[in-house]
């Protein structure tokens, strides 16, 4: 029987979230920063920020993936700033 030595591994989790700047998110989802900030505005992407400079989560950005798979962002984007008009007139 051969000599198999004992290999231990050390797995490191990194919990802390990478965070993506709007220039990269643009970049990576192929799209304008002005939809970018669009959508960290309608709150329908979260972000951090850090003064007036916004940052996604790359936790965050998977998850909003996932959610709006399927779905035409921009008509949904259209819709919430049409509601947010309704309710400034109110």
Not at 6 to 32: G, Q
Not at 49 to 65: N, Q
Request: hydrophobic share 45%.
């Amino acid at each position: 029987m051969a000599n198999i030595p004992d290999i231990k591994v050390k797995i490191v989790y990194d919990s802390m979230p990478e965070l993506i700047t709007v220039p990269e998110l643009a970049k990576k989802l192929k799209t304008s920063r002005g939809f970018i900030h669009k959508l960290i505005q309608l709150k329908m992407l979260p972000a951090i920020h850090f003064g007036r400079y916004p940052r996604v989560s790359k936790f965050k950005l998977i998850a909003f993936l996932d959610y709006y798979e399927g779905k035409d962002l921009v008509a949904l984007v259209k819709a919430a700033e049409r509601n947010i008009e309704h309710e400034n007139k109110d």
